[in-house]
């Protein structure tokens, strides 16, 4: 039987590093595959004024699953300075290639598991009873839409004609707008359709029913953006009631919700929220369980395309060090969230019994883990470097099998 072939997507700053660490965490758990590598990133935008080339596009359309590190995006004044001088001044734009290749493959539905690691320092703790510290288990699972709301990309400065003239019909917009110049509006739209609404809620439902989760949180802002948070939440209602009614189902607002995160976070199970919110929401609950370099992160579209990557960036000042320091767990957790996607659940629990029995060991620290600041003196000062890290979650593997 012929290998799955995986794309890998190394992007910028420290991605190809805790890609390449994954990649050797994953073989050494007894995964198998090829790998080959495509294009994305900045410096493709500042060589090709593309930063998702087609290529790329194609090698995602074939093999149909990928890997992906992080990419450096820059505001649009800046990406065009950096752009090649032969490429200056032709109509270039500038757009994150990660957004990009989520909506030309519709990777609509984003999972964000957060969950805290016995014996992480990084972990939230807070005072109980009787001025006692308490270290609440965190293990909430976000489900992000992915394609639409205010990342959708529907935005405009100075906005055209049309899109002027259509705006002037609503009155709330003739009376706190329309006395200011066109010229001097900005508009970014927010969108929900009913098809992508429904796909995400129904997959939050399945996960919560799958894996014995209680509650499904939605967490947007319907008190207030009336018609698409109040859509969401209308229809979450609907589908709780006529398909999943052994689940509770939540409504939080944003803004509590990320009060509460700190107050009661072992209180939730599934949360599912649009594009904006749902990014708020699970970079929330990922300081909780130590930061970025924890949260990890998978997205599907409706035609088996699957994109796995942490939620961190690119931190290209990092990437410039000798060796290399960050903390490569959120990578080689989205690798296992592949590896469970492909169905090879038992290499996937391998690794996070490694990667478990190393962080309540505690012996073997990345800097963050250490509270170090990030500089490239912590390796001297007993911090593990990234492959470090990897090489002691391999050792864990191997003992596994001794």
């Known amino acids: 039987m012929s290998q799955r072939t995986i794309v890998t997507l190394p992007g910028d700053g420290i991605g190809s590093q805790v890609l390449k660490q994954a990649i050797r965490v994953i073989e050494a758990a007894g995964f198998k595959a090829n790998y080959v590598e495509g294009d994305i990133g900045w410096e493709f935008w500042k060589k090709e004024g593309n930063p998702l080339p087609e290529r790329t596009i194609e090698l995602l359309k074939q093999h149909k699953i990928a890997l992906f590190g992080a990419i450096t995006s820059k505001p649009k004044d800046e990406a065009a300075e950096e752009l090649d001088p032969a490429l200056q001044g032709k109509g270039y734009i500038y757009s994150s290639p990660i957004v990009g290749l989520r909506q030309h493959f519709n990777l609509d539905i984003c999972v964000r598991p957060c969950k805290s690691y016995k014996g992480n320092p990084l972990n939230f703790i807070r005072r109980g009873k009787g001025n006692t510290i308490e270290e609440p288990e965190v293990d909430v699972v976000i489900f992000r839409q992915n394609t639409e709301g205010l990342y959708g990309g529907v935005e405009w400065t100075d906005p055209p004609d049309k899109v002027y003239e259509a705006l002037m019909t609503h009155p709330k917009f003739v009376k706190n707008f329309g006395d200011i110049p066109k010229n001097e509006l900005s508009v970014s739209t927010r969108i929900f359709s009913k098809k992508a609404t429904e796909r995400i809620l129904r997959a939050a439902f399945v996960y919560a029913r799958e894996y014995k989760y209680k509650t499904v949180t939605v967490c947007e802002k319907p008190n207030v953006i009336r018609e698409t948070s109040g859509m969401m939440f209308k229809m979450a209602g609907e589908i709780q009631k006529s398909d999943f009614p052994d689940i509770e189902l939540w409504n939080t607002n944003i803004d509590a919700q990320m009060m509460w995160l700190t107050k009661n976070p072992e209180n939730y199970g599934v ?62 957790e989205s690798s296992c969230m592949m590896i469970d996607y492909i169905g090879e659940y038992k290499i996937a629990a391998k690794i996070r019994d490694a990667i478990t029995k190393l962080i309540l060991e505690g012996k073997i620290r990345t800097y963050d883990m250490m509270k170090m600041t990030g500089q490239q003196d912590v390796i001297e000062k007993g911090a593990a470097s990234t492959e470090q890290m990897a090489d002691a979650i391999i050792e864990n593997i191997v003992s596994q099998n001794d």
């Open 271 to 332: 949360i599912v929220a649009g594009n904006m919110f749902g990014d708020i929401v699970s970079d929330g609950f990922a300081g909780l369980i130590g930061g970025l370099g924890f949260a990890c992160s998978a997205q599907f579209s409706e035609d088996e395309i699957a994109v796995f990557e942490p939620t961190h960036g690119s931190a290209p000042k990092y990437a410039g060090y000798n060796v290399s320091i960050v903390n490569p767990i959120a990578m080689i």
